[in-house]
């Protein structure tokens, strides 16, 4: 039995950073608390925790002498500013795309400009990017939503980094309505949820059976069983190597394998080899 991974899989650039950023601390001999989980993998957190790295809810909790770790998706100013000023230490991980959307929108806050910004407004990243640009920006689900929003002045439109492109341009679109200034567009949406997308699809149509490497509860790593099961069947979501059904894989020649962004190099080692000794067996 062949084990063929997908082109792209598991983290993602900012996920990959994050982590490393962490490792790094570690080694310096930190105590790291990081503002929410660094990551949606339990394994990966597990094994995080077994380093001394524990996750805190609120910058209050935070003590002299530790330090503080910003998550991919960026806080606000504030909390940022609260960050400092109890821990000893900050590492920022805020991934530079999420940098660049919270960046465009303080500048057109600075210029006195509207900003609409494309995204769900209970997300931890859209919160952070909000706190940017507080009396200026919107942050809106959708076209639908355009409708209420007061007159613009010289708005700027950016998006959520992980929203669809149909969705950011609708809003874009209806934005013009709003407004009798020019509007500046600025796509800000990352590809890395496509990319893993693209490449699952493109392999799931020449192997027999499929394994999605990730949480049961990461929307992601759902997304890319759905798209796997469009044209492989057989598809199965896990989280560890122990879920694998060796029956399933009876005269299957070819095996899939891809992953979410939060999945761990080292836990995507230990089901392939999983999946290869198995092979051996069949
Ligand atoms: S999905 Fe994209 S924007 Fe989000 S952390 Fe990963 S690389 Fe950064």
Redesign the pocket.
């Known amino acids: 039995m062949e084990v063929l991974l997908a082109d792209e899989y598991g983290f ?4 990959e950073r994050a982590v490393e950023m962490v490792e790094e601390s570690l080694e310096e001999g930190d105590t790291v608390r990081t503002l929410g989980p660094l990551i949606h993998n339990d394994q990966e957190m597990s094994r995080l925790a077994t380093h001394g790295v524990a996750t805190i809810s609120e910058p209050v909790q935070i003590q002299r002498g530790e330090t503080a770790v910003i998550r ?1 998706h960026g806080v606000t100013p504030q909390v940022e500013a609260e960050l400092r000023e109890k821990a000893s230490k900050v590492v920022d991980a805020t ?1 530079p ?2 940098t660049k959307v919270q960046k465009l929108a303080s500048r057109a806050a600075a210029q006195d400009r509207h900003v609409v910004v494309v995204g769900n407004p209970e997300h931890p990243e859209m919160i952070g990017v909000f706190g940017y640009a507080p009396e200026h920006a919107f942050v809106i689900n959708d076209a639908s939503e355009v409708a209420n929003l007061p007159k613009l002045k010289s708005p700027l439109v950016v998006s959520q ?2 929203i669809k492109l149909k969705n950011f341009l609708e809003v874009a679109e209806a934005v013009k309505g709003k407004t009798d200034d020019e509007v500046q567009v600025v796509n800000t949406i ?1 590809s ?2 496509r990319d893993r997308q693209d490449a699952a699809r493109a392999l799931s149509t020449v192997v027999d059976a499929f394994y999605i490497i990730g949480g049961r509860h990461s929307s992601n790593s759902r997304k890319l069983l759905a798209v796997c099961k469009e044209e492989c069947e057989k598809s199965f979501l896990i989280e560890t190597e122990d879920e694998i059904n060796a029956e399933d894989l009876r005269g299957v020649e070819k095996v899939g394998v891809t992953a979410g ?1 939060s999945t761990p190099n080292w836990l995507i080692d230990k089901i392939v080899n999983r999946l290869k000794a198995i092979g051996t067996e069949n």
């Open positions: 993602c650039f900012g996920v991919a991934c795309f999420v980094t992980t990352c890395a949820t962004a």
